[in-house]
């Protein structure tokens, strides 16, 4: 079996990533750790192996500040008319499934991703989606990682879309994007102009419409074929919480 890592590193961005979006981790070498040995229970480096003790990390980040799969109940506290489902609510029967990757690469820069983009793209390889499938979405965007357009820039994928993709019977979808909709200042400035409240957000509000999960921040969806593989994506399972990071692969026979 093959294992293809569609997760990104989660390490310090405070160098490019916007204040309100850097996560930190903060490394406690072996020397720390002999410290703490010492400060705990009061045994010397002679009482250690090697003269050293443990290594640890703290983190400090928000539920989607890697990549991680977003609830209902970031969308609203209501889906489909009940309490939405928090992470740690999220059955994990639909964390594991079959999946299909649709490569939208080509979309330009503020470009959305509309309901006839993907019924071409799966004519393209002649496929039907199933009940369960997770829907994959490569922009291409996983490649501005490291950069402060990351956050400002790209494609994303617009309401109609989504709702095409859950009337299949999808429950969990995902993109290599920082979110499942547009860039939040294109969605921003287009909603003030126009002033329609139908815009901003779009994709996000669909959960509340109909329940479903996303999952953003992947990368290496260039490696995958278009369908005949698995992905598993659970989540951090995180009480009330609006996302859970997670380890997504994709798992090929």
């Known amino acids: 079996m093959n294992i293809i890592d569609l997760s990104v590193t989660l390490d310090n961005n405070k160098s490019w990533a916007p204040w309100w979006a850097r996560n930190k981790v903060v490394r406690q070498g072996h020397v720390f750790g002999r410290l703490a040995v010492w400060f705990l229970f009061g045994l010397r480096p002679s009482f250690l192996k090697n003269g050293l003790g443990w290594a640890n990390d703290t983190i400090r980040l928000s539920s989607h500040g890697t990549t991680h799969l977003d609830a209902p109940w970031h969308y609203g506290p209501l889906s489909e008319g009940k309490p939405a489902k928090t992470i740690d609510e999220i059955p994990l029967e639909w964390c594991f499934s079959d999946g299909v990757m649709l490569d939208m690469s ?3 820069d503020g470009e959305a991703v509309r309901a006839r983009d993907v019924k071409e793209a799966l004519e ?4 039907t989606i199933k009940p369960m499938d997770i829907v994959l979405i490569r922009t291409g965007n996983d490649q501005m990682l490291g950069t402060p357009e990351y956050f400002t820039k790209g494609v994303g994928v617009n309401a109609n879309a989504t709702r095409f993709l859950l009337e299949q019977g999808v429950k969990i979808t995902g993109i290599d994007s920082w979110g499942w909709d547009l860039p939040l200042p294109y969605m921003a400035e287009k909603a003030k102009r126009t002033r329609d409240k139908e815009f901003f957000w779009e994709s996000h509000y669909v959960g509340v419409e109909k329940e479903y999960c996303h999952i953003e921040r992947l990368t290496n969806l ?5 369908f005949g593989f698995k992905v598993c994506c659970f989540p951090l399972k995180i009480k009330g919480g609006s996302a859970g990071p997670a380890r997504v692969v994709a798992m090929l026979e």
């Open 106 to 108: 080509h979309k330009r």
């Open 124 to 127: 393209k390889i002649n496929y």
């Open 222 to 226: 260039d490696k995958l074929p278009p």
